[in-house]
Structures are given as structure tokens and as C-alpha cells.
């Protein structure tokens, strides 16, 4: 049976009430937020397993979410649902109003049971024009974007070496990219992972 069987079948069995380890079917990664969707989808199309958009509603485990083109997606939660907020979380850690992306398998119905959903994920390139105390600022296409390094969470990859808690070297000037979560309504971000030249 071809893969994405199986990932339907088993979604569809956590949808009603199964369990099943969404993290098995694919990354909870920040990066894996912004991956290329499936070879099947034509280029330019929109990937019909995966949802962009704000939360407008909360219901059960239910999310009603209004995408950036104003489309009203239901996303259901299931028991294998694996939610990134900064960090792998619970479903009890998101609220109306945060920004998600999530992927997953179409029931009949046309809602999205989701194996992965990033809550309030940014995915940033910039430039430092200041560094303060557990902070960056930073300049997105001329807005400043405040970043919150959060101890114990917040991680440098520096030329593509593995990831380290040591954020000293990020100097003003410089080009990043910066992954992390967004505080809604806010300029303000806590940061997950930067990566920067040395």
C-alpha cells in the first residue's frame, strides 16, 4: 500500500479516537514547517494537505482557522497530533488569535486532520541592528522585529555547524535567519534557532 495510504488510514483512525504518533509520519522541526509539500501537488498549486492561517475558533479539538486568503479551514486535533509553540507542546498551549501552520490528510468532510501544526512559527531573514541582553533587534525589509533569546530554548547555527545555546557571536550588521515563534499582534518574537556566519 503506497505511503500516503497509510498516513490517510492511520489519520483518519486518530481522527476517530485512535491513537496514533503523528511525529512518526513526519518532522515536528520548526524547518519542516517550510518544507516543499508532496511531489504529487503541480507546481504553483496549493498543497491541499497543509493550512496556513490564524485562529478564529476553538471547539473541542477542532480549530477553525481563517486563512491569509480569507478561507475558513477546519483542522481537527487528533491523539497523534504533534503541536510545535517554540517547543513541542500540548494542545492546551494554543489560543484564539495564534498564527499556525499545520500539515496533515483530507477527510471526506474536507477537514484537515493534522499529524504536524506549528503555532505562531516565523521564518525570518534580517539584519542585526542591535544586540541587548537576552535580545536582538532586528531589521525585516525596513520593520524592526524584536527577538527574544529564551534561556534553555533558544540555539546559533553558525556556518552550518550544529546548533549552540552560545549566541554571543551574532554581531550588528550581520544577515540571519531567524526561526522562532511570534507573539501575536506583536513585532516581538521569541527566537528557536538563528543562523548566521561567524
Known sequence: MPHTLDRRRLLATAALGGVVGATGLGSLAPDAAFAAGPATVEPGAPDPNFVE???????????LVTGSDTVLHSIRITDGTSIWK???TTFDQVAIGDGLYARGVRLPDGTLAADSVWVNIVNLHAHIAAVGRNLLHLDHKGQRIVAHVVPGRSAAVYNGTPAISDLSLLRVGRHVQVLGAWHPDT?????????AAA
Request: without cysteine; hydrophobic residues 40%; aromatic residues 4%.
Open 53 to 63: 492561517g490564524r485562529i478564529s475558533k476553538i471547539s473541542g479539538h477542532l480549530l
Open 187 to 195: 513585532n516581538e518574537i521569541d527566537i528557536a534557532t538563528v543562523y
Open 86 to 88: 517554540l517547543h513541542p
